[in-house]
């Protein structure tokens, strides 16, 4: 069983930044074999890729609208990823969920919803302007 654990959102305004926490448990395995997500969903419409790590943490992919103002990274000792949120937009309010896929795939970045297999509770970011 795994369980990832989001944190970190809030209220802020537009231009601060925030970052996100998704803390991964579980009784089996360990955080290294997966690959990581972070989706978002504002309201009325689908959840979105927004950022990809690779099991291996040396790929990453992001979506064209927070690239280049968003950074996925994560601490294997801390059991824990994160999304690193810089130059805020009214545009990136949403619920932002972590998702995590055990891969044997080391370099693989994975984008799609179905990709992933465990997924967070979510955290919202609100940005005002």
């Known amino acids: ?3 990832l654990v989001e944190s970190g959102g809030g209220l802020v305004q537009a ?28 309201p009325g419409q ?3 890729f927004v950022a990809g790590l690779s099991r291996s943490g040396g790929s990453t992919d992001y979506s064209d609208s927070v ?6 990274s994560r601490d294997l000792d801390k059991n824990t990823a ?9 545009e990136d309010t949403a619920v932002y969920y972590c998702a995590a896929k ?11 919803r ?9 955290t ?6």
């Open 1 to 3: 069983q795994v369980q």
């Open 15 to 42: 231009g601060d930044s925030l970052r996100l926490s998704c803390t991964f448990s579980s009784s089996r395995r360990t955080f290294s074999p997966y690959a990581i997500g972070w989706f978002r969903q504002a």
């Open 46 to 48: 689908d959840r979105l």
């Open 67 to 72: 690239k280049g103002r968003f950074t996925i």
């Open 82 to 90: 994160y999304l690193q949120m810089d130059s805020l937009e009214p």
């Open 102 to 112: 055990s891969t044997i795939y080391a370099t693989t970045v994975l984008t799609g």
């Open 114 to 122: 179905d990709n992933y297999d465990y997924w967070g509770q979510g």
């Open 124 to 129: 919202q970011v609100t940005v005002s302007s």
